[in-house]
């Protein structure tokens, strides 16, 4: 994960809070988003039934709003859940760091740096949110599977 470090600086700079962690984590993932969406776009500009829309004289409007926008949602959907586990991961990593979100609130990384402290008396305080995370986070890549299944089902792996 390159992109990390540039989170850890931006956390450096910015306070301990959910919105510095979303800002951080959108500025350095947004690129892959939007290179996934156009390569979505360009492979649909290409095929007939847009070709055919040009053809009958619909307008640019028309072909994103009625083909382009209906067509590439589903890959969008698929893409941000297959994304969501990554993203928490490295928020618990920054929380982990110390860099993650402040005191008021909790994450698993939190979690699990508390209880490295006391790891010999109390485990389960690492075992339990790990354990957790990583049930969590199979989920999440499950989910991202069965829905890309879902939605296109003739590109089952």
């Given at each position: 994960m390159p992109y990390l470090l540039i989170v850890i600086i931006l956390m450096a700079i910015m306070e301990r809070s959910i919105i510095?962690?979303?800002?951080?984590?959108?500025?350095?993932?947004?690129?892959?988003?939007?290179r996934v969406v156009r390569g979505q776009v360009q492979?649909?500009?290409?095929?007939?039934?847009?070709?055919?829309?040009?053809?009958?004289?619909?307008?640019?409007?028309?072909?994103?709003?009625?083909?382009?926008?209906?067509?590439?949602?589903?890959?969008?959907?698929?893409?941000?859940?297959?994304?969501?586990?990554s993203f928490i991961m490295a928020e618990a990593f920054l929380s982990?760091?110390?860099?993650?979100?402040?005191?008021?609130?909790?994450?698993?990384?939190?979690?699990?740096?508390?209880?490295?402290?006391?790891?010999?008396?109390?485990?389960?305080?690492v075992f339990i949110p790990a354990i957790v995370m990583t049930i969590f986070l199979l989920f999440m890549n499950f989910l991202g599977d069965g829905l890309r299944d879902a939605f296109d089902p003739k590109d089952s792996i």
């Open positions: 510095g962690l979303f800002i951080a984590l959108a500025f350095v993932s947004w690129l892959t988003v939007a492979s649909l500009s290409s095929s007939e039934f847009i070709q055919a829309a040009k053809t009958l004289g619909a307008t640019n409007q028309r072909i994103i709003l009625k083909h382009l926008i209906p067509n590439s949602i589903g890959m969008i959907v698929i893409f941000t859940t297959i994304r969501v586990p982990f760091l110390g860099l993650g979100i402040s005191a008021p609130m909790t994450s698993w990384g939190e979690l699990v740096q508390n209880g490295i402290a006391t790891f010999v008396e109390y485990p389960w305080k």
